[in-house]
């Protein structure tokens, strides 16, 4: 009885990691045309009832190419992608909280009353350099034609440290997250100051996403 019941726990075991499991293959390495058999493979893996874990690897060596995790359609925790030799080529963190609204300290002030003009604020050149580096359209935005403006606001303090990350106007749930992520990475820009004191400045800026 005890055999019988070891068994209909291994099988029971065997056909949930089935299903909690999915491989797909690909003919070529960007995982655009989808085949029977293919020289990559996509396995998707169920880690819980909201996220799911995807890894791209070649199909004969298991050599890696990336990892992605997704909470829902949104991406989430360490993107990974791997040289090669299957070494950490590059990392992406998705390991943030989106916020939506204004936050805002009582003592910060509005970027426009500093007075300073836009085009010889070196910090707006380096956020926009920063924006241009770490750009990159979401797939699944790509897939379902999705476009949009998203507007993020953010501090910078007396030392220049970047704070209070925060969307004011979303488009879309991928593209707001991807937003979130490139001004998330910017931890540093140079301080602001006011009548020569350095003082805590907000600013927003549009991030733009469209299709050609």
Known sequence: MTKIFILLLLFSNLAMS???SEIKYFKDKYGKTEVESGPYMLEIKKINDSVTNHIF??????QKIWSKSYLGKQPYGLWTRYDKKGNIESTRDYNFTLKYGEFIPEN????WELGTATQSDPNNQKIQQHIIKHFRYPE????NGIEGRVTVQFTIDETGKVDHLSITEGADIVLDTECFAIMNSLKQLEPYKKNGQSVLVYK???ITFKLK
């Open 57 to 62: 690897s070649k199909t004969k060596k298991g």
């Open 108 to 111: 910060a002030i509005r970027y």
């Open 140 to 143: 699944i935005a790509v897939e």
């Open 18 to 20: 089935q299903v909690d």
């Open 204 to 206: 927003t800026i549009p």
